[in-house]
């Protein structure tokens, strides 16, 4: 594969990896965070 | 596509039998399984920080990310192979675990991720690549692993 087009590759597959992962992190600390609120209110 | 087949399968398999019953080497599979995870850990951030001129500037980048690649692949096929065999012991419970195909996912991103692009792009001279896409590659690979490693982590707690 030619540089550019794993130069590309390469900004498409990091800008999904920011988008997943603050996706799935905010989801798993929300979780948390409504899990403690129902054990302590 | 079900993949319950295989983990039925799993968990009647040789492995878990031996998984199941020998704690103790369930155990060393598993210190094993710690060890490649730090290691793999270890050579994402050595070779990520470089490629952020964070750590090791005296060193070319290129001769960093060859010299911990080496030491990926290996730590990553431990990984794999203990996995497994931890899997065995608890592989009904797994299949029913989100965190666990959370993690799965992460894993299977990560190894595309890794030998489909970071690995051919960092083949080329590091100086001859755009920089900021450099550091985006570095960050986003960090991010991947982390994910793996705390989403594995993870599957404890739920």
Redesign the interface.
Known sequence: ?S?SL??K???F??GL??VA?AW??TA?IGDVLETLRLAYG | MDLLFLFEWLDTSLLAQISKAYGGVFAVVQMFHLLAMAMLGGMVLIGDLRLLNVLLTNLPSEEVINNTQRWFNVALLVLVISGIFMSSAVAMKLYYNEMFWAKMTSLGFGIVFVYLIRRPLLKFNHDSIKPWVLKLLAVASIIVWFTVAASGRWIGFS
């Open positions: 594969m540089k794993l130069e590759l390469a900004l597959a990091s990896v920011f992962a799935f992190w798993q």
